[in-house]
Structures are given as C-alpha cells and as structure tokens.
C-alpha cells in the first residue's frame, strides 16, 4: 500500500505564506537594526534567509542571518541516531539582540528546546521569538509559536515534508500518510 501524499502550499502558496510572515515580524519588531534571523539546519536556514530576502524587500532594511546547528543540544540522539553535523554560522554576538528563530515544522518542541539551549552560546539576546512554516501540533514541551505561517492538524503518524527550491529544487509543502 501506497503512501497518501496531499500538497498543502503549492510553490505560490508557500511564497505568499513567507512573505506574510515576514510582515508579521517586521509588525512585531521595534528596532529592525536590531533583528537577526537564525534559521535551524536545514530548511530552517533557507527559510531564514528567504525572509531576510523579503524584509529588505518590504523595508529596504538588510537584516543580519545565522544558521544553528542544534545536533549536540538534543535529547533524542539515542532515538533519531547522530547525523553530521553542520557548523553554526553566527558570525555576529546576539547579546541585546531581537532573535527570531526559523524552522521549517514544529511538532513536538524538542527541536526548538535544543536551539534555545545553542543560542546561549553566542551571547544573551534581549528576546527570542519562534517562526513556523508549519505547526502541526502534538506538543510535548511548552513551547509555542509567535509566528507561524500554516496550522496544520495533523496525525501524529503523518508526516510533514517541505521543499524549498535552493535545497529540494523545487517550493511546497506535503502531508505524508497512510
């Protein structure tokens, strides 16, 4: 038996769900001199610089991007076996900053547990904030997103999958399940 597979944003849907939000965090951030956008490995990251992409777009502002690796942060390592890591690019302390963490899903909150625990290694920002692509529920940690871009109930046997162009060769996002 085959996988059922259902597109939720096509490559249209996903490009206007990025740009709201980006207006949304420009909305919420007082001082754009002071945002910096820190995408998770992989998707994340991509996701992070389409944003700053689009902010200048819609500000004229060029916000200052970072990619977090978060293997070594995690609690699930004896679950999800250990990958390569990434190395972090922050090349920027984020002491006093506005932080904005991107990620691709949020399912359970371990992934964006761990980043918080990574951040603290490049300095003590003044706020940090979460944007979603896709929140699909089933929390297991209290932690929740100030900024999502599709609220997507799902099974949790289902899974999520995003494509972006610069790493998939091509923008959407599937529900993947039986």
């Known amino acids: ?14 490009r206007r769900t990025v740009t709201r939000l980006a207006s949304q965090i420009v ?17 994340g990251a ?7 992409r689009q902010i200048e777009i819609l500000e004229g502002v060029s916000v200052a991007v970072g990619a977090l690796d978060i293997t070594f942060y ?25 932080v904005v963490l991107v990620d ?3 399912f359970k909150g371990r992934t964006i547990r761990a980043a918080l625990n990574a951040v603290t290694e490049y300095g003590r920002p003044e706020v940090i904030r979460l944007a979603v692509l896709v929140d699909r529920g089933h929390r297991e940690l209290p932690i929740h997103p100030d900024f999502i871009g599709k609220q997507l109930p799902t099974a949790k046997e289902e899974v999520v999958k995003v494509y972006l162009q610069d790493w998939d060769g091509k923008d959407a996002v599937e529900l993947i399940g039986d």
């Not at 991509?46 to 700053?52: F, G, H, K, N």
């Not at 995690?74 to 002491?95: E, V």
């Open 104 to 106: 691709d899903v949020i």
């Open 74 to 98: 995690r609690d699930d390592l004896d679950q999800i076996g250990l990958r390569t890591p990434a190395k972090s690019d922050i090349p920027f302390d984020l002491t006093g900053k506005t």
């Open 27 to 43: 909305e919420r951030t007082r001082d754009l001199s002071q945002l910096v956008l820190l995408g998770i490995y992989t998707r």
């Open 1 to 14: 038996m085959s996988a059922k597979i259902v597109e939720i944003l096509s490559s249209e849907d996903l």
């Open 46 to 52: 991509l996701l992070a610089e389409l944003l700053s």
